[in-house]
């Protein structure tokens, strides 16, 4: 009898926490946050293991750390504005607020501006605890008081919680949460000097700057959390790499991502040189393409890729190619579009492993564009994107202008956007979105928050469609965003002296002095993207709604 009573008790404290998880997503937008929504159903703790805390510091209207313990399949949370204490001469207040998934615990990140805590999140500790003086800590809770032996990182020993009066008018309940005189405690202990991540290694602002994680909502929870600097697929092995370099300048077989492609002329110069610099020779483009193939797979995967190809090289004139050539092999995944008049292209190559970007590339293709719907829905774009198109006129510094606006009414909006450069002149953004608006709708919208970013700068732009009648002012192109029409993909080279790239950057970089459009090549950009990670992951989230403008 005591065993069932047990079990009922346990069973009713689920239902307890999926309760609480319900208002912690009805607070929510998953379609616009990074947050976890959490299993459907959290699961009990199990008698005898670990159970988990973390420590969030997030700065949000104003800035606070978040104190969660697992309870019962939950993360049961309290607000601390001045942060948990080592020292056992300070009192803190704390506000119980609403539970949170366990996922939540590797929460690191940015609620964009509009949701719920929009602001900035860093796993400040985490570690372990145990309920001192109960094994129902939910009850304990219940009754206004929590004594928790945890073992972080940077906290250690036993904090109090209890719980003072009524809950106010917000509805929330007002506690105190102390450190006990134990071993672990040190008088004057701030949590304001110890700013970094126990996750990541870094602060709010670095985070805010780069973040390098992000919650998939719409994946299992077990694969959910993605790694912003994780490759999408294995980079090719230094075996591999060289093998390149051991083939003579007419070129040969070449085993590279698990194909044998057939390359040729590996040391005709493709790209001239830019001042000071080396020209860029077909080996190097190869070698590149194999390097950045990982990487740039998401991107391209289930697309039809339009090439730009360039066969004698960036200082000639090139030309469009779309149709996949019937000597192409047979292994390379490619698309017949249902749709193709008599003389429309019908098959295009898809990319959808990295020794097909490696083939366009020895094909000539010097610029990658792959289409912005995918084939299994070709007239449902995934991304609504922004050209910012720079006139003869136009100085670095207004394109800069013009992003930044742009970073605002984004911002405004509690929209998730993601800015590149050209790798020419210009700034590009990409907004992901979810499937269901047709092209004429993401035009329709992007032209709507252009002409009022316009607007305010009207010396800048011109929306005549012809070169010669905008005065060299800027254009706010968005008239890209239709079937078949294509921005330069991300980490695309530039037909250009020295091999630019089309590089993806995070909104902080629009100030820094350092930006070019030009900035990154296919020499630096595969350092860049192993110290600073893809800006782009930061699109592979869910789709977006976008959101109706007034």
């Known amino acids: 009898m005591p065993e069932r009573r047990r079990r009922a008790t346990s069973a009713g404290k689920d239902q307890a926490g999926a309760r609480g998880l319900e208002t912690y997503r009805s607070m929510r937008d998953f379609d616009r946050t990074a947050e976890p929504a959490g299993a459907a159903t959290p699961a009990p703790t199990e008698p005898g293991a670990p159970r988990r805390f973390v420590v969030q510091r997030h700065r949000a209207r104003r800035l606070h750390y978040d104190v969660r ?55 400040w500790d985490r570690g372990t605890w145990e309920p001192h003086g109960t094994d129902d800590p939910a009850s304990t809770i219940a009754a206004g008081e929590l004594h928790a032996d945890v073992h972080g990182e940077k906290l250690r020993g036993r904090l109090v919680l209890v719980r003072r009066g009524e809950p106010g008018a917000d509805g929330k309940e007002q506690w105190i949460l102390v450190h006990k ?24 602002d670095e985070v805010k700057a780069d ?17 912003l600097r994780a490759p999408a697929a294995d980079p090719p092995n230094d075996d591999e790499l060289a093998a390149l370099d051991d083939l003579g300048p007419n070129g040969g077989t070449w085993d590279v991502h698990g194909r044998t492609l057939k390359v040729t002329n590996l040391d005709k110069v493709l790209f001239p040189a830019r001042d000071g610099e080396e020209p860029v020779t077909k080996r190097q483009l190869l070698r590149y393409a194999a390097r950045i193939a990982p990487v740039v ?18 200082g000639t004139a090139g030309f469009w190619h779309k149709e996949l050539p019937s000597h192409a092999p047979d292994w390379l995944p ?30 000539g293709a010097l610029e990658w564009h792959a289409w912005t719907s995918r084939t299994d829905a070709p007239r449902r774009p995934t991304y609504a994107l922004v050209d910012l198109d720079p006139g003869p006129s136009t100085a670095w510094e207004d394109v800069l202008l013009l992003a930044r606006l742009h970073r605002d009414a984004f911002e405004h909006l509690g929209v998730r956007a993601v800015p590149k450069v ?27 928050v252009s002409r009022t970013v316009g607007a305010v700068v009207p ?40 091999a630019p790239v089309s590089a993806p950057i995070t909104w902080d970089e629009l100030d820094e002095p350092w930006l070019r459009p030009d900035a990154f090549t296919i020499r630096t950009v595969l350092d860049r993207v192993a110290e600073r990670g893809d800006p782009f992951r930061a699109l592979l989230g869910e789709g977006q709604v976008l959101p109706r403008l007034a």
């Open 181 to 204: 005189h134990d071993e672990h405690a040190v008088r004057g202990w701030d949590a304001e000097d110890h700013p970094r991540s126990v996750l990541s290694g870094r602060t709010n």
């Open 334 to 363: 490619r698309w017949d579009n249902p749709e193709a008049d008599d003389d429309d292209t019908r098959t295009y190559l898809v990319v959808d492993e990295p020794a097909a970007l490696i083939w366009a590339a020895n094909f």
């Open 422 to 448: 050209t790798g020419q002149r210009g700034i590009q953004i990409w907004v992901p979105i979810a499937t269901g608006p047709s092209f004429d709708d993401t035009r329709a919208w992007v032209e709507r």
């Open 211 to 227: 973040p390098d994680r992000l919650w998939r909502s719409d994946l299992p929870a077990a694969e959910a959390s993605v790694d």
């Open 69 to 123: 313990f697992e309870v019962d399949g939950v993360l049961v949370s309290w607000a601390v504005p001045r942060g948990p204490t080592l020292d056992p001469d300070a009192r803190r207040m704390a506000v119980h607020v609403e539970d949170h998934p366990l996922e939540y615990e590797d929460f690191e990140g940015v609620i964009p501006a509009g949701e719920y805590g929009g602001g900035d999140v860093i796993v």
């Open 297 to 314: 797979l998401p991107y391209l995967r289930g697309r039809a890729l339009n090439m730009h190809r360039f066969p004698q090289g960036a």
């Open 459 to 498: 010396d800048l732009v011109s929306w005549k469609w012809e070169v010669k009648a905008r005065g060299g002012q800027a254009r706010l192109d968005y008239t890209q965003n239709a079937i078949n029409k294509t921005l330069v993909a991300p980490y695309s080279p530039r037909a250009r002296a020295g």
